[in-house]
């Protein structure tokens, strides 16, 4: 599940920016517009591929850094890379979170916005604890810097629950969340992300009473939803508290102020198989759903993305893209769905590429708004071998 807040900008919003960087925003989304917008088909000119290594250590997952210069790459045996956009190869390995793992385990990452605008990398892995008879999630939160090249450990914790697969990991600005079964309760941690050596932890436990096999969104540094396959709920974030040393924070219940906190704004939420639009005003509350792939396509195929302006995702080697329409009074560059213009609806478009680009199974695939680039992890059948091999696949659409 991907969760992301379509923002409502005003029009005196756009006084805050200066010319030339209103020109460069709305010239891209023109741009944006022109190749996502309708039908398309992509130049072999906008295209690069090059292949990754393969066997035990092969490539699970590419995402690109946001700005679309950069590429993280995740190993299936835990180690990180980061790889230039226009590069065929990395130029940092890091084997810090691999160190830390046994062998056939399942991890997954995502990428996200930090709050001094910097990309977090937030890596989960669920293993069996043998000395505590039961499951474990290892969490590891790193800082990309992409002026000295290196992955910047944040932090690191391991979490133990009752049972396996019934958890979920976040991580947006300066916090990050962290839900899972105790003891028949389902409880939710949320802390504050320790930037420096001298920041003083805080956590905040609520009990939620719900199942926690769902997806957390952290909305913003006071709301969290948490969406299941049967409904999603929007919880308040209260103050987070200094944890004290040798000390459990306490749980306490859920709380929600609607007088002094509703979310007005809408939220589109992209499954596997569905894109979603949830919207809530004073006076009601809405969703709408769209099915954009069959469920047993959807186990098969790489997780969808969504952006403030597109959602992509992947059916059958295909790739489509629905492009969300714009208030004509708003920065081009920020859309919404909610108050929508007459007649306007969000447009779903095939893209057509060139023979032999993606010949195969896409794995994963990214989508970067501000540069216009998508990346895409594609199998290929290598020349004179029965083993098919992994290859990036850049897009540009400008």
């Not at 010239?27 to 295209?47: D, N, T, Y």
């Not at 700005?67 to 226009?86: E, H, P, R, S």
């Not at 049972?163 to 300066?174: H, I, L, Q, T, Y």
């Not at 704004?265 to 769209?290: C, K, P």
Request: net charge positive; with cysteine; aromatic share 6%.
């Amino acid at each position: 599940m991907t969760v992301v807040t379509l923002p409502d900008l005003e029009r005196n919003a756009l006084a805050s920016l200066a010319g030339p960087e209103l020109k460069r925003r709305t010239v891209l989304a023109a741009r944006v517009e022109h190749q996502w917008g309708h039908s398309a088909r992509v130049a072999p000119g906008a295209i690069r591929s090059f292949p990754t290594r393969d066997g035990p250590s092969r490539v699970i997952k590419a995402k690109l850094v946001r700005g679309g210069q950069w590429i993280v790459l995740l190993l299936k045996d835990g180690t990180m890379c980061l790889q230039a956009a226009t590069a065929s190869a990395p130029c940092v390995v890091d084997h810090s979170f691999k160190a830390r793992l046994e062998s056939d385990v399942r991890i997954t990452l995502s990428l996200s916005a930090g709050s001094p605008k910097e990309t977090l990398v937030l890596l989960r892995t669920w293993m069996w604890d043998a000395s505590r008879g039961s499951p474990s999630t290892a969490i590891a939160i790193y800082r990309v810097d992409t002026v000295k090249l290196c992955f910047r450990l944040l932090m690191e914790v391991t979490r133990y629950h009752s049972r396996a697969f019934d958890n979920s990991a976040v991580a947006e600005g300066n916090l990050w969340a962290f839900g899972w079964p105790q003891q028949g309760r389902q409880l939710l941690s949320v802390k504050n992300i320790l930037w420096n050596k001298d920041d003083v932890e805080k956590e905040v436990v609520l009990d939620i009473g719900e199942p926690i096999h769902a997806t957390l969104s952290i909305l913003s540094e006071t709301q969290i939803l948490v969406t299941s396959c049967y409904k999603a709920s929007l919880y308040e974030i209260p103050p987070l508290r200094p944890i004290l040393l040798g000390q459990q924070s306490p749980v306490g219940p859920v709380y929600w102020d609607a007088s002094s906190s509703r979310h007005e704004r809408s939220l589109a939420m992209l499954t596997g198989t569905a894109l979603r639009v949830f919207s809530q005003t004073s006076e009601h509350i809405s969703m709408d759903s769209f099915l954009i792939r069959k469920y047993g396509a959807a186990e098969m195929e790489a997780r969808p993305v969504l952006s403030d302006r597109q959602a992509i995702w992947s059916t059958d080697r295909k790739l489509f893209v629905c492009t969300f329409p714009m208030r004509s009074e708003s920065d081009a560059g920020r859309l919404r769905l909610g108050g929508l213009e007459p007649g306007s609806e969000p447009r779903v478009a095939p893209v057509e590429m060139p023979a032999g680009s993606v010949d195969g199974q896409i794995q994963d695939l990214w989508w970067d708004e501000a540069a216009g680039r998508l990346c895409l992890l594609v199998e290929f059948q290598r020349p004179g071998s029965k083993v098919r091999g992994l290859k990036i696949v850049i897009i540009d659409t400008m």
